[in-house]
């Protein structure tokens, strides 16, 4: 016996169904079709690749490309394999391919920014780019290197300039602390450390005290290297504390990082005096200056400060 549909039948299966679906036991998925080129995702298989590296070059405080650096490619060996300048946009391509995972060791360099190394494990890449592109692509930064000052002030407010001296009698205490504030005074500047894979030191910046006398006591200066008759103190400075970045009208960093050190008059007697000074380095190793005198083969002096202390 044939069954005959009638409509309201037709309208009682669309209706059944349109109440599943919108109770949730049944969902509907369209799927989109997007045109262009595909979007990489986490999750995407990676590719080992052997090609030429294209670096990128840029200052992020400036929000710039950085011409004519000069790149220098090391490798594990120590051995120099290439030395490249960047063009105007900052970009520059090895003339040797390397190997995806492979570590090099890279160095750039330009007057005005902060020398910086970097450690670098070439990346692989997705296969839609190791397809049609002829480089890998390493994206570099450094900063516009900072411009320095440094100002001194006591416990109870005073202000000294340097070859300016600290007098305990004139001040009534035999303890004295001075607080040494380092001001980057430029805008859109700083200093970022790394570590000299060649030479095997840090590229620190640091604030040296250093005074050829020892009747003064010290406390708070960073630790101590004694080299012949001279005492120094070492601190190591925080890169952020020494850049200085405006964005529109605000200084999200200001670029001020300071030392408090402690003075005692120990055995400094009435017309005696002992002369201290005080020195941002940067490019400096505590090691490498216990050893040889000096805070590394590229070690630059970027502020300087001498205070005298009497009785």
Do not use: C
Request: proline share 4%.
């Amino acid at each position: 016996m044939a069954v005959k549909i009638k409509g309201w039948h037709i309208v009682a299966v669309l209706l059944i169904l349109f109440l599943l679906w919108y109770t949730g036991f049944f969902k509907i998925e369209v799927k989109q079709q997007v045109s262009g080129p595909s979007t990489p995702t986490g999750g995407e298989n990676l590719v080992s690749v052997n090609k030429p590296i294209k670096f990128a070059l840029s200052d992020p405080l400036a929000g710039a490309a950085i011409a004519s650096a000069n790149v220098y490619i090391y490798g594990p060996d120590k051995v120099l394999k290439e030395s490249l300048v960047t063009a105007s946009d900052g970009t520059v391509t090895s003339a040797l391919p390397y190997q995806s995972d492979s570590v090099i060791y890279v160095k750039v360099a330009k007057a005005g920014y902060v020398t910086r190394w970097f450690t670098v494990t070439v990346p692989k890449m997705s296969p839609a780019d190791a397809q049609s592109l002829t480089s890998n692509f390493v994206p570099l930064q450094t900063y516009s290197l900072g411009t320095y000052t440094i100002k001194i002030t006591d416990q109870f407010g005073n202000s000294y300039t340097s070859g300016g001296s600290l007098n305990f009698t004139a001040l009534g205490a035999t303890t004295v602390s001075v607080t040494i504030t380092i001001y980057n005074t430029k805008d859109n500047s700083g200093y970022i450390s790394s570590y000299d894979y060649l030479n095997s030191i840090n590229l620190n910046a640091v604030l040296l005290s250093s005074t050829a006398g020892s009747s003064v006591t010290v406390t708070g200066a960073g630790s101590s290297v004694m080299r012949g008759t001279t005492t120094y103190w070492i601190s190591v400075l925080s890169d952020d504390g020494l850049t200085r970045q405006l964005v529109g009208n605000q200084y999200v960093k200001p670029g001020v990082t300071s030392v408090t050190i402690t003075f005692g008059k120990g055995s400094l007697t009435a017309g005696n005096s002992q002369a201290f000074t005080f020195t941002v380095y940067g490019y400096f190793d505590q090691s490498y200056f216990a050893t040889n005198g000096i805070g590394g083969p590229d070690a630059v002096s970027l502020a300087t400060f001498s205070l005298t202390l009497k009785a």
